[in-house]
């Protein structure tokens, strides 16, 4: 059965404070990894895809990598402003050209001043 | 332009009300998904479009039915529904041109409070 699980399911930095959320998968056939950030009661908003293993990706603060069996979200020195929950989502296959996503359970990351 | 709108932003309804929630996208997306989300928890699919055709239903209860009138547009059209239903409706599209980018942007989602 295809599985994604996200660790830790809360973490709580200091402004400036690097860390590394985790996200592992257990999925016949990989076809993509995404990321989101999610604010309180907004939709998600799309912040990365990876494909195959060695990728790595970046926006600002963040940064996404990817190997066979997990992913990393990397935040550097992160602001109070980066306070959200972070879903990643495995791309499963489907019949057609739609896609279907499984999500993680995500990770609330709170950071203060 | 990534966006995704919908309408209501917030829904109070009671149990024998009919509504519909509305999403438009244009940014000429073939692919539009519903989804469902409870506090806390991650968004639970509940109908894909391709091609303005019905590809997936999550057995998703007959109390919610989908309707995708063009590319451009899809509706969720509520009856009947449970308290238990109170949730965050969240619309998505993609391009649809699976597997390679096949992202699928998220609108602000309808807030649906049933009474």
């Known amino acids: 059965e295809d599985q994604v699980t996200q660790s830790p399911e809360a973490l709580r930095l200091q402004e400036g404070e690097s860390s590394s959320l985790n996200c592992s998968y257990t999925?016949?056939?990989?076809?993509?990894l995404f990321w989101y950030r999610q604010d309180p009661g907004k939709g998600p908003e799309f912040l990365f895809t990876?494909?195959?293993a060695g990728e790595e990706k970046e926006k600002e603060r963040l940064k996404a990598t990817l190997t066979k069996k997990e992913s990393f979200l990397h935040i550097t020195a992160p602001k109070p402003e980066d306070s959200a929950t972070y879903l990643c989502?495995?791309?499963?296959?489907?019949?057609?050209?739609?896609?279907?996503?499984?999500f993680g359970t995500g990770t609330r990351l709170q950071v203060t001043l | 332009d990534t966006e995704v709108t919908q309408t209501p932003k917030h829904l109070v309804m009671g149990m024998t009300n009919k509504k519909s929630l509305k999403c438009e996208q244009h940014?000429?997306?073939?692919?539009m998904y519903w989804y469902k989300q409870k506090a806390k928890k991650p968004p639970e699919l509940m109908f894909v479009?391709?091609?303005?055709?019905?590809?997936i239903n999550e057995s998703v209860p007959s109390r919610f039915s989908p309707e995708c009138p063009n590319s451009s547009l899809l509706n969720l059209h509520l009856h009947a529904l449970q308290p238990e239903d109170s949730a965050l409706y969240l619309c998505?599209?993609?391009?649809?041109?699976?597997?390679?980018?096949?992202?699928?942007?998220f609108g602000p989602g309808t807030r649906l409070t049933v009474l």
């Open positions: 998505a599209s993609s391009q649809g041109r699976a597997p390679v980018r096949n992202e699928q942007f």
């Open positions: 479009y391709s091609y303005e055709k019905l590809s």
């Open positions: 990876l494909y195959s």
């Open positions: 999925v016949s056939g990989l076809r993509g």
């Open positions: 940014m000429g997306h073939r692919a």
């Open positions: 989502a495995v791309q499963l296959r489907v019949p057609g050209t739609a896609s279907k996503l499984t």
